[in-house]
């Protein structure tokens, strides 16, 4: 299935000169981009529950030599990679509908929602390492408890929607919505379901992997159930003109590589 519905709400601009760049749902065929998420520099992942079934999220970081032409010299680009992991060689499919009791002829509804703009500088700080996925610090208790409280029907598409109470905590820039266990989904554990790569850089330049290394992840699961998960892959204190805050982005958006790293190209197939 190629091209599957992809919501999105808020600021959302493909940048066509280069479709490698952004925010990403689904898996990619590049060579470079694949061989990077084998080989992270770095990578981090947080347990969670849906239902009473054990989960993984991890963000594999990684900064490499792009494969595709460019004019940069001495070219880099940074990417992170999110991926779901679950016990068992059973589908994705298979695992949500067991946890949701569906019957034979019913095939789940499961949804990502991902902020696509940079969070504040007090939303990245208030991420505490001890919270070990939990988004309560981060985005704070009634976000979270309105967010656990939304529920959906089978049958309802992804949708970008999410309590106000998290409005001014994580609409920044808009939140991206894609389905992952669409109907003919056969994919087993580990899941790659989503990547946002930088622009290409010289190397050196080290801005969007601390961009990716030190701000605060978030993924929004939604079956039955809406699940937060709050990761960040170094929690160290982040300033206002950390790359990882959207003050940074707001600081130096005359400059305009901000400008295009602000704006976000969303592709969805399966592989
Ligand atoms: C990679 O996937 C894209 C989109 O599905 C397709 O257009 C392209 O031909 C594929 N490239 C290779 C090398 O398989
Ligand atoms: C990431 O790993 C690559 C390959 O090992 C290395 O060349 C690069 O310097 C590393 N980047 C950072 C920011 O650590
Ligand atoms: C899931 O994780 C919890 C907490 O880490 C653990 O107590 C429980 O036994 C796990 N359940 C399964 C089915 O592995
Ligand atoms: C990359 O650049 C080379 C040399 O200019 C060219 O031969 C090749 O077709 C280009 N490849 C793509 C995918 O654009
Ligand atoms: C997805 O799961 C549902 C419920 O278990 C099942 O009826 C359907 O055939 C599955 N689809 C695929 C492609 O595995
Ligand atoms: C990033 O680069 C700056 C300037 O070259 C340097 O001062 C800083 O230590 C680097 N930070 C990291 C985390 O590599």
């Not at 298979?94 to 019913?106: F, G, K, R, V, Y």
């Not at 991206?176 to 379901?193: D, I, M, R, V």
Request: hydrophobic share 35%; aromatic share 10%.
């Amino acid at each position: 299935m190629k091209n599957t519905l992809l919501l999105a709400s808020g600021f959302a601009v493909a940048y066509a000169a280069d479709s490698r760049y952004g925010n990403i749902f689904g898996s990619s065929n590049d060579t470079a981009l694949m061989n990077a998420n084998q080989h992270p520099n770095i990578s981090k992942s947080v347990p969670f529950q849906m239902g009473d079934k054990n989960f993984t999220f991890r963000v594999n970081v990684a900064e490499y030599i792009p494969d595709w032409n460019t004019t940069v010299q001495n070219p880099r680009v940074t990417t992170s990679f999110y991926e779901l992991e679950w016990s068992g060689d059973t589908s994705l499919n298979d695992t949500i509908a067991a946890m949701e009791s569906l019957s034979d002829n019913q095939s789940p509804r499961f949804c990502a929602s991902i902020p696509i703009g940079l969070l504040s500088v007090s939303v990245n700080n208030d991420y505490d390492e001890k919270d070990d996925g939990d988004c309560t610090g981060a985005l704070g208790k009634d976000c979270v408890n309105d967010l656990k409280q939304m529920g959906y029907d089978q049958g309802v598409s992804c949708s970008p929607d999410i309590p106000k109470s998290c409005d001014f905590r994580l609409e920044t820039g808009g939140i991206g919505s894609a389905p992952l266990a669409a109907q003919g989904e056969t994919q087993t554990s580990p899941f790659n379901f989503f990547h946002w790569s930088s622009l290409v850089y010289t190397v050196g330049n080290n801005e969007t992997y601390i961009r990716e290394t030190e701000r605060l992840h978030v993924v929004i699961f939604s079956g039955k159930d809406t699940y937060p998960v709050c990761l960040r892959v170094k929690d160290d204190h982040v300033s206002k003109s950390s790359p990882a805050t959207s003050g940074a982005a707001a600081i130096s958006s005359r400059d305009m590589t901000w400008k295009m790293l602000m704006a976000v190209a969303i592709a969805f197939w399966l592989a």
